[in-house]
Nanobody
């Protein structure tokens, strides 16, 4: 089970850091992880992913250069640092994990999902 945190309201141009940790008794070890988001009235879309070792990352074009995905396996947590936020980044952000060593943007390759955390960017 995955638990997201760190969402909230921020002005355009601001920053937020989302966290995703494995619930007690679970572990992110050896799991590739990623972030997706779903804006109101839209389908869920891929944001970023990172391999189980942390050595490989992959980003959607819409966030490249603004968002950074990382992980701290010792803390059983992964992060999404979001900068230069735009109103169009407003969405519920979901973390997901896969038993594969590395995954990208295909939702079907993810095995576990969090409940989501809301990010609202005001103009």
């Amino acid at each position: 089970q995955l638990v997201e945190s760190g969402g909230g309201l921020v002005q355009a141009g601001g920053s937020l850091r989302l966290s995703c940790r494995a619930a007690s008794g679970s572990s992110l070890d050896y799991l590739a992880v990623g972030w997706f988001r779903q804006a109101p009235g839209k389908e869920r879309e891929f944001v970023a992913s990172i391999s189980w070792s942390g050595g490989n990352t992959y980003y959607a074009d819409s966030v490249k250069g603004r968002f950074t995905i990382s992980r701290d396996n010792a803390k059983n947590t992964m992060y999404l640092q979001m900068t230069i936020l735009k109103p169009e980044d407003t969405a519920v952000y979901y973390c997901a994990a896969s038993t594969a060593k590395m995954v990208r943007d295909d939702e079907i390759t993810y095995d576990y999902w969090g409940q989501g955390t809301l990010v609202t960017v005001s103009s």
